[in-house]
Each structure stands twice: as C-alpha cells, then as structure tokens.
C-alpha cells in the first residue's frame, strides 16, 4: 500500500518557565516515526497530554518539527479540531472562504463550495456572523463542512467527531464512514475505544511525547487497557 506520510524520529520541543529567568526545553513529542498508508483509516490513542494533538499539528503541516524528518506523499492535509486557527474578527463565510484556499482551493473554488459548506454545517443562519460568537460546537461543524467538501488527500481529526447534537455526530460518522469507503486517508485522534475498533484499520499509542505500541487495533488496545488498570490499581 502507497505511504501518504511518513515520520522518522521527529521532535518537537516548546521553552516553558520553570522560574521568572529562566525558561527549559520540553519535548512535546520525540523520536516518532511510523507511517500513514494511503486510503488507511489510522486512530492514534493516549493519555490528556501525551502529544496527540502536536502530533496531528505535524502531519498537516501547521508545525515544523524541530529534528527528524517528515515525508510528504501528498498535496493537502486537513485538520479537524475544536481549536481550529479561525480567524475571530471574520465571518463564518469569510472564514470558509480562508480554510478552503489553505486547503488548496482557488478562491473562486472556495466561494464556490460554500453552499456546500453551510449545508453540511447547518449554520445558515449564523454563517455571517464573526467567529468569535460562535460556541465550540458550531466551531466544530463549520470545521467538518470546510473539510469534508474541499476534499483533500488526508482528513486530520482531533475528537471532533465528539462534539454537537446526536443527530450531526451520526451525519458526520455517515460522511466520515463515506470517505473512507472511497479510500480517503484519514488519521483519528481519539479516545473513544468503541469508535477506534469501529472505524479504524490500525493504531498508534502515544505517550509521554514517544511511541509505546502500532499495530492491530484490539492488540494495542489490550496493551493500552492493561496500562491504564496498573496506573489506575
């Protein structure tokens, strides 16, 4: 199978105040290598703070790792998460408009795909309004609708499928579930255990900034579940 994105022992390190002077390094994640096969669905698993979402911030591109290397088989990633860098002071449509040509689309492309984008996000009547009036739900939709209709090579998401109302998670999950069957890559931070076994074809465990396990899903799983308990007893 085709490699979409590949990692080899990449780091990240951000400066953090450990007194008024004086600040440290700290790795965020180290040494991560695998890789993303093309039309795979891949989940990644771990602990609040383990790396997850810096990790996802590397493969699309929004961060440059400070060592390793990072292989692009690909044109665009998008990112779906809660924290989505949309610009406040726009509009949801100007911001649709923004996201879409940062996807790769020209701005005509964009514009015309916003139809699409309301629709699918159920904002009509909040689709001019600034961004910053918008709860972490809406956030969320508009992110799905921008993403899921500019079509790009690997769909990123970080728990958003989570969020909003029954009734537009099962939409989203529908249209998630329609990608994928159209071998769609598609890298799934998540720590829904029932969500990973249904959705994902293998699984990375990140902890502690570093790779623990990759592999089959119920294996990693296991380890993972064993884990947890001995933390946890």
């Known amino acids: 199978m085709p490699v979409a994105l590949s ?3 990449v780091g990240v390190f951000y400066r953090r105040r450990v007194s008024l002077l004086n600040r440290e390094k700290f790795w965020a994640i180290r040494n991560i290598s ?3 096969n093309t039309g795979e669905t891949l989940g990644v698993i771990g602990r609040n703070g ?3 979402s810096t990790l996802l911030r590397v493969l699309a591109d929004l961060l440059v790792p400070d060592e ?4 692009r088989n690909i ?3 998008s990112l779906l998460t809660l924290n989505l860098g949309f610009l406040p002071h726009l509009s949801g449509r100007d911001n649709a408009i923004v996201s879409g040509m940062l996807l790769g689309l020209s701005r005509r492309e964009a514009i015309e795909k916003l139809d699409q984008v309301t629709e699918f996000s159920e904002l ?3 689709i001019d309004d600034p961004i910053r009036t918008y709860s972490a739900g809406m956030r969320a939709r508009l992110s799905f609708g921008i993403a899921l209709t500019s079509d790009p090579d690997v769909i990123l998401v970080d728990e958003a499928l989570g969020v909003g109302d029954r009734e537009f998670r099962q939409k989203s999950m529908e249209e998630m579930k329609q990608k994928m069957k159209s071998d769609k890559t598609v890298v ?4 829904s255990e029932a969500l990973v076994r249904e959705i994902c074809n293998r699984l990375v465990w990140v902890e502690n900034g570093t790779v623990v396990a990759s592999g089959e899903v119920d294996a990693v799983l296991n380890e993972y579940n064993r884990s947890q ?3 946890h007893s």
């Open 50 to 52: 383990s790396g997850k």
């Open 229 to 231: 308990r001995m933390v």
């Open 188 to 191: 799934l931070v998540s720590h």
């Open 34 to 36: 695998f890789e993303v």
């Open 68 to 71: 390793g290397k990072v292989t």
């Open 7 to 9: 990692l080899d022992q």
């Open 75 to 77: 044109k665009t990633a």
């Open 124 to 126: 009509e009547s909040v």
